[in-house]
């Protein structure tokens, strides 16, 4: 095989050798020329710079691994352009300069870290002009893609996607390729070690700047071995510095500038003039130079002894035999060279005689299949028998369109059934090797190569890409740094980020503040100590609403043990978040409702005790007596206590109500000179009612409580004169706008609205201000009930209230009241109560003896005829002696022995026509299930006035 490749090169030789000694001749005075270069710009250093620059010093990092602008030789000293180049900037400006080689990921970090002043070897890209300015421009490098020759093509970024692509960390053309959808990326430390990796045939596809690329596949002898793609795009080097640094780039420029070009271009022929090898051939070139002159002069001396005799004839028979010979050792050579070769491939091969319809195959093309090398090759047809079905009409179609000239070759990857029974897929390439003399394809060849590793690679990889897209939790990727390499469309919906916008950005842009500092040092020591971590964060979306997330964060590492990535999956836990706080609210207000109804009863009894006799001593007394104002003010804290225990009840959603048919434009306007007197004459109070409001049912004392709440908060928020404006107004709520509102339900509704000019609140404020005891008063000015109070009052009726205020613009409250369709009550009007005497005879039934005398005295005092009695079983006995006197039971409800309904029901089967009154100090509920609180039952809440069970009394017995 090698003679006969000596035949076919002798006729090159004379080209060849004028072409090795001229690149001989280039090389040398090259060489001399960069010696001369050389020596002259160490003279030129040794001449000595400025005094003034002399001891300052310039900091520059740099790629290590990019030939031949920078690299480092055998004995690791740094070489090539920039090294040189950054000499020569030294020598003019006398500043010296400390160059830094590194891997590219870590010169970014070092740079990033303060650690130099100028990034060398940069690439332009408007994320890094946020943070760096670049000096102009001083090399323009394509970028290309490179792949293995055994792939057909990869002509687009589309293409590109099926494959994993290997690119140096840190590279810019890493978010060129994600623009493009290109996100299966394999990240290595440098450029050297995507080429090993490839020359190891770990790596078939990377993404590479041209120089470097083509520097390290001819220095791996691998050049034949990869194509070189299409180009992605064109980058520019540039430096760059720190943002701001404007004075060190007009130094840096200003000093290239000073450099004569004929230096700078000196050193551009040293690096990029020099070939970067001779090929091996030439060496077998040159031997076949000197056997072929030597045979020709020993052919030369043999022709002239013999040309007289017998020239004609022996150089006709030397040419034919010379040619006959060339011809057979050359179709020899080359059919050994292409079995080898496809042998070497594991290729099958395929040889179709379309006229005779006969199909040679090799043997590798049944063992492919697991077939008999001789069965198969006595059987035309069994291609298509073992053909997948579904693959059948696409395949022939791509070979009819070759065969009628639609395409230059055929190619095609199908499925082939294997001897036992699974499929396996082949990549099929072939061309019309032979046409008859009308252009009729009579012969076509190709090769077969089992693909089904890289079929089934391909599946799994884009299983896992869609399973990772397709994920009902965020996935994000970052590198080493925290830089996010990767989002899925799950972090995007849930953060409100696009994916171009956080690519490159580290996952700090999420952080509310909410997190503490030591939850982030525990996530990140435990993650780069190689272990995993879980916990809670409180982040941030684009919008600025927060949201709670549980992460599960750990490291990614490679064959070797070492970490190179951080992936994080994260739970949106928002919703479960807040129906815990919704929760722990609701176990608050039943904590406080305990407390309420526990201290209810007790307190009650008291206050009635002290409110009852204070007015029974004022009773006796002109209000000009010396004592008279001094009863005034313990009736009135007296009052003031019984407020605040309703108030606790009204939160807590247990306060006994009466509710009746309202009209609100009446019930407010009433309280309109109640509210002026509450807030001072520097607040504006307007009221601007609907003429046809709807009524509502609910209790007119709630109603006092909801405006006298409102109004006390209002007040405390206008710091000096200010206005408050309460509106009333008719309104549906659809479903729609409920889903918005969150717990409101559609239907009609009655909507109050008190808005005040105040100092506004703070969203963190809003938060929380229906949450008892939450204030932002002093602790003397302020209990934290009211609007608590005024949240338990409208859930109590069945209503809804939302809160809108802003920081100096003031605060609305939206109330809103069902509607009350029911006509079966009238309306009740606020009238002034009044002491006034009665007739009758009482029987007040209550187990606690002062509350007793109370009751007795002050109806005495009304003119009524009074009996008591201590415990149920008494009242029964004195009911059974004057039963027919006694027109009005007034009886405590909860009482030993029994209550107040069972002594009710004893009494009216002695006397059906008697009146009841019950009066209790426990909660609604309580009391609910004692059966007093259903329509038709006459009811009076402990702690009351005179006046109140005046009125109740008189009402009863004058019905």
């Given at each position: 095989?090698?003679?006969?490749?000596?035949?076919?090169?002798?006729?090159?030789?004379?080209?060849?050798?004028l072409?090795?000694f001229?690149?001989?001749l280039?090389?040398s005075?090259?060489?001399?020329?960069?010696?001369?270069?050389a020596f002259?710009?160490?003279?030129?250093?040794?001449?000595g710079?400025?005094?003034?620059n002399k001891?300052?010093?310039?900091?520059?990092?740099?790629?290590d691994?990019?030939?031949?602008?920078v690299?480092?030789?055998?004995?690791g000293?740094?070489?090539?352009i920039?090294?040189?180049q950054?000499h020569?900037w030294?020598?003019?400006?006398?500043?010296?300069?400390?160059?830094?080689?590194?891997?590219?990921?870590?010169?970014q970090?070092v740079?990033?870290?303060?650690?130099?002043?100028?990034?060398?070897?940069?690439?332009?890209?408007?994320?890094?002009?946020?943070v760096?300015?670049?000096?102009?421009p001083?090399?323009s490098?394509p970028?290309?893609i490179f792949?293995?020759?055994?792939?057909?093509?990869i002509?687009?970024?589309?293409?590109l996607?099926?494959?994993?692509?290997?690119?140096?960390?840190g590279?810019?053309?890493?978010?060129?390729?994600r623009?493009?959808?290109?996100?299966s990326?394999?990240h290595?430390?440098s450029?050297e070690?995507?080429i090993?990796d490839?020359?190891?045939?770990l790596?078939?596809?990377?993404?590479?700047?041209?120089?470097?690329a083509?520097?390290?596949?001819?220095?791996?002898?691998?050049?034949?071995?990869?194509?070189?793609?299409?180009k992605?795009?064109?980058?520019?080097?540039?430096r760059?510095?720190?943002?701001?640094?404007?004075?060190?780039?007009?130094?840096i420029e200003?000093?290239f500038?000073a450099?004569?070009?004929?230096?700078?271009k000196?050193?551009?022929?040293?690096?990029?003039g020099?070939p970067l090898?001779?090929?091996?051939?030439y060496?077998?070139?040159?031997?076949?130079?000197t056997i072929?002159v030597?045979i020709l002069?020993?052919?030369?001396?043999w022709?002239?002894?013999?040309?007289?005799l017998?020239?004609?004839?022996?150089?006709?028979l030397?040419?034919l035999?010379?040619?006959?010979?060339?011809?057979?050792?050359?179709l020899?050579?080359?059919?050994?060279?292409?079995?080898?070769?496809l042998?070497?491939a594991?290729?099958?091969?395929w040889?179709w005689?379309?006229?005779?319809?006969?199909?040679?195959?090799?043997d590798?093309?049944?063992?492919?299949?697991?077939y008999?090398?001789?069965?198969?090759?006595?059987?035309?047809?069994?291609w298509?028998?073992?053909?997948?079905?579904?693959?059948?009409?696409r395949?022939l179609?791509?070979?009819?369109?070759?065969?009628?000239?639609k395409?230059?070759?055929?190619?095609?990857e199908?499925r082939?059934?294997?001897?036992?029974?699974?499929?396996?897929?082949?990549?099929?390439?072939?061309?019309?090797?032979?046409?008859?003399?009308?252009?009729?394809p009579?012969?076509?060849?190709?090769?077969?190569?089992?693909?089904?590793?890289?079929?089934r690679?391909e599946?799994?990889?884009?299983?896992?890409?869609?399973?990772?897209e397709?994920?009902?939790?965020?996935?994000?990727i970052?590198d080493l740094?925290?830089?996010?390499e990767?989002?899925n469309?799950?972090?995007?919906?849930v953060?409100?980020?696009?994916?171009?916008?956080?690519?490159g950005?580290?996952?700090?842009?999420?952080?509310?503040?909410?997190?503490?500092?030591?939850?982030y040092?525990?996530?990140?020591?435990?993650i780069?100590a190689?272990?995993?971590?879980?916990?809670?964060?409180?982040n941030r979306?684009?919008?600025?609403?927060l949201?709670?997330e549980?992460s599960?964060?750990?490291p990614?590492?490679?064959?070797k043990?070492?970490?190179?990535?951080?992936?994080?999956?994260?739970?949106d836990?928002?919703e479960?978040?807040?129906?815990?706080?919704q929760?722990?609210?609701?176990?608050?207000?039943?904590?406080?409702?305990?407390?309420?109804?526990?201290?209810?009863?007790?307190?009650?009894?008291v206050l009635s005790?002290i409110?009852?006799?204070i007015?029974l001593?004022?009773m006796?007394?002109?209000?000009?007596?010396?004592i008279?104002?001094?009863?005034?003010?313990?009736?009135?804290a007296g009052r003031r206590?019984?407020?605040?225990?309703?108030q606790?009840m009204?939160f807590?959603?247990?306060?006994?109500?009466?509710?009746v048919v309202?009209?609100?434009?009446?019930?407010?306007?009433?309280?309109?000179?109640?509210?002026?007197q509450l807030v001072?004459?520097?607040?504006?109070?307007k009221?601007?009612?609907?003429p046809?409001?709807?009524k509502?049912?609910?209790?007119?004392n709630q109603?006092?409580q909801?405006?006298?709440?409102?109004?006390?908060?209002?007040?405390?928020?206008i710091?000096d004169?200010?206005?408050?404006?309460?509106k009333?107004?008719?309104?549906v709520?659809?479903?729609?706008?409920c889903?918005?509102?969150?717990?409101?339900?559609?239907g009609?509704y009655?909507?109050?609205?008190?808005?005040?000019?105040?100092?506004?609140?703070?969203k963190?404020?809003?938060?929380?201000?229906?949450e008892?005891?939450?204030?932002t008063?002093?602790?003397?000015?302020?209990?934290g009930l009211g609007?608590?109070?005024v949240y338990?009052i409208?859930k109590?009726?069945g209503?809804?209230?939302?809160?809108?205020?802003?920081?100096?613009?003031g605060?609305?409250f939206?109330?809103y009241?069902?509607?009350?369709?029911?006509?079966?009550?009238?309306?009740?009007?606020?009238?002034?109560?009044?002491l006034?005497?009665?007739?009758g005879?009482i029987l007040?039934?209550?187990d606690?003896?002062?509350?007793l005398?109370?009751?007795?005295?002050v109806?005495?005092?009304l003119g009524?005829?009074?009996?008591?009695?201590k415990?149920?079983?008494e009242?029964i006995s004195?009911?059974?002696?004057?039963?027919?006197?006694?027109?009005?039971?007034?009886t405590?409800?909860?009482?030993?022995?029994m209550?107040g309904?069972?002594l009710?029901?004893?009494?009216?089967?002695?006397?059906s026509?008697?009146?009841?009154?019950?009066?209790?100090?426990?909660?609604?509920?309580i009391?609910?299930?004692r059966g007093?609180?259903?329509?038709?039952?006459?009811?009076?809440?402990?702690?009351?006035?005179a006046?109140?069970l005046a009125e109740k009394?008189q009402?009863l017995?004058?019905?």
């Amino acid at each position: 095989m090698r003679s006969c490749s000596m035949k076919r090169y002798c006729g090159f030789l004379p080209k060849n050798c004028l072409w090795v000694f001229v690149s001989a001749l280039v090389v040398s005075v090259l060489a001399i020329y960069n010696i001369s270069a050389a020596f002259t710009e160490q003279v030129m250093i040794a001449s000595g710079n400025s005094d003034v620059n002399k001891n300052r010093l310039i900091r520059v990092v740099m790629d290590d691994n990019y030939p031949p602008y920078v690299f480092r030789d055998s004995s690791g000293s740094v070489k090539g352009i920039l090294p040189d180049q950054w000499h020569l900037w030294e020598k003019y400006t006398g500043i010296r300069v400390e160059i830094i080689a590194t891997q590219w990921e870590e010169a970014q970090r070092v740079f990033n870290q303060g650690r130099a002043d100028v990034i060398d070897t940069i690439f332009f890209t408007p994320k890094r002009a946020k943070v760096y300015d670049f000096t102009k421009p001083y090399a323009s490098i394509p970028v290309s893609i490179f792949f293995d020759r055994t792939i057909s093509s990869i002509p687009d970024c589309l293409a590109l996607r099926g494959y994993a692509v290997a690119v140096k960390s840190g590279d810019a053309c890493i978010s060129e390729l994600r623009e493009k959808g290109v996100n299966s990326l394999v990240h290595y430390p440098s450029y050297e070690a995507i080429i090993e990796d490839a020359a190891a045939g770990l790596v078939k596809v990377f993404c590479m700047d041209d120089p470097p690329a083509l520097y390290l596949l001819r220095k791996y002898k691998i050049a034949d071995k990869f194509r070189k793609g299409f180009k992605l795009y064109t980058g520019e080097f540039q430096r760059a510095v720190q943002k701001g640094q404007t004075g060190l780039i007009a130094l840096i420029e200003n000093g290239f500038k000073a450099i004569p070009k004929k230096e700078l271009k000196s050193i551009d022929d040293k690096w990029l003039g020099i070939p970067l090898g001779v090929p091996s051939y030439y060496r077998y070139i040159m031997l076949l130079l000197t056997i072929s002159v030597s045979i020709l002069i020993v052919a030369l001396a043999w022709n002239i002894s013999l040309e007289r005799l017998v020239r004609q004839k022996t150089k006709d028979l030397r040419k034919l035999l010379a040619e006959t010979k060339e011809k057979e050792e050359l179709l020899r050579e080359t059919k050994e060279c292409l079995e080898l070769a496809l042998e070497g491939a594991e290729l099958g091969t395929w040889d179709w005689d379309i006229k005779e319809k006969r199909v040679a195959r090799n043997d590798r093309w049944a063992e492919m299949l697991g077939y008999d090398s001789k069965g198969v090759a006595s059987d035309s047809g069994i291609w298509l028998r073992l053909l997948h079905p579904e693959d059948r009409e696409r395949v022939l179609n791509a070979i009819h369109d070759h065969l009628s000239g639609k395409t230059e070759c055929y190619e095609e990857e199908y499925r082939l059934r294997h001897a036992s029974g699974r499929w396996v897929w082949v990549l099929d390439r072939g061309k019309i090797i032979k046409k008859d003399p009308d252009g009729i394809p009579v012969r076509m060849a190709g090769v077969n190569v089992d693909v089904t590793r890289r079929k089934r690679m391909e599946t799994t990889l884009r299983l896992l890409n869609q399973a990772v897209e397709q994920s009902p939790v965020s996935i994000m990727i970052t590198d080493l740094s925290g830089t996010i390499e990767y989002v899925n469309p799950k972090f995007c919906e849930v953060t409100g980020y696009d994916n171009s916008e956080v690519i490159g950005l580290n996952p700090r842009i999420l952080k509310s503040g909410k997190t503490s500092q030591e939850v982030y040092k525990d996530l990140w020591e435990s993650i780069t100590a190689g272990k995993q971590w879980h916990g809670i964060l409180c982040n941030r979306k684009k919008s600025g609403d927060l949201y709670w997330e549980n992460s599960s964060i750990c490291p990614i590492v490679d064959e070797k043990g070492a970490i190179t990535h951080f992936v994080a999956v994260k739970e949106d836990i928002t919703e479960k978040i807040m129906l815990e706080k919704q929760l722990i609210q609701a176990q608050k207000l039943e904590s406080i409702g305990r407390l309420a109804g526990g201290i209810a009863h007790d307190i009650s009894n008291v206050l009635s005790i002290i409110i009852g006799n204070i007015q029974l001593i004022m009773m006796e007394l002109e209000k000009d007596h010396s004592i008279y104002q001094s009863c005034s003010d313990i009736l009135e804290a007296g009052r003031r206590c019984r407020n605040l225990i309703r108030q606790l009840m009204a939160f807590a959603r247990k306060q006994t109500v009466k509710p009746v048919v309202l009209d609100l434009n009446e019930a407010i306007g009433a309280s309109e000179k109640m509210l002026e007197q509450l807030v001072g004459e520097d607040i504006e109070i307007k009221f601007v009612p609907d003429p046809r409001l709807w009524k509502v049912k609910i209790d007119p004392n709630q109603l006092d409580q909801i405006l006298t709440n409102l109004a006390v908060n209002s007040r405390d928020a206008i710091p000096d004169v200010g206005s408050i404006t309460i509106k009333t107004k008719n309104i549906v709520l659809d479903e729609n706008y409920c889903k918005v509102c969150g717990d409101f339900e559609p239907g009609d509704y009655v909507l109050i609205v008190f808005e005040d000019s105040g100092s506004g609140m703070e969203k963190d404020v809003l938060d929380h201000i229906f949450e008892p005891f939450f204030t932002t008063k002093d602790a003397a000015k302020g209990t934290g009930l009211g609007l608590s109070t005024v949240y338990g009052i409208v859930k109590q009726n069945g209503g809804f209230i939302n809160v809108w205020s802003e920081p100096g613009k003031g605060t609305r409250f939206n109330i809103y009241l069902p509607r009350c369709v029911s006509e079966g009550q009238e309306d009740i009007s606020l009238v002034e109560r009044r002491l006034t005497n009665g007739k009758g005879t009482i029987l007040v039934v209550d187990d606690d003896e002062p509350v007793l005398r109370v009751c007795k005295r002050v109806l005495t005092r009304l003119g009524y005829d009074v009996m008591t009695a201590k415990t149920p079983l008494e009242a029964i006995s004195v009911f059974e002696t004057r039963h027919s006197d006694i027109q009005l039971l007034l009886t405590d409800v909860v009482m030993p022995t029994m209550n107040g309904r069972e002594l009710k029901e004893r009494v009216e089967r002695m006397n059906s026509k008697i009146k009841t009154l019950f009066m209790s100090g426990y909660t609604g509920d309580i009391i609910a299930d004692r059966g007093v609180l259903a329509d038709g039952i006459n009811y009076i809440e402990k702690p009351f006035s005179a006046e109140e069970l005046a009125e109740k009394v008189q009402k009863l017995l004058k019905n």
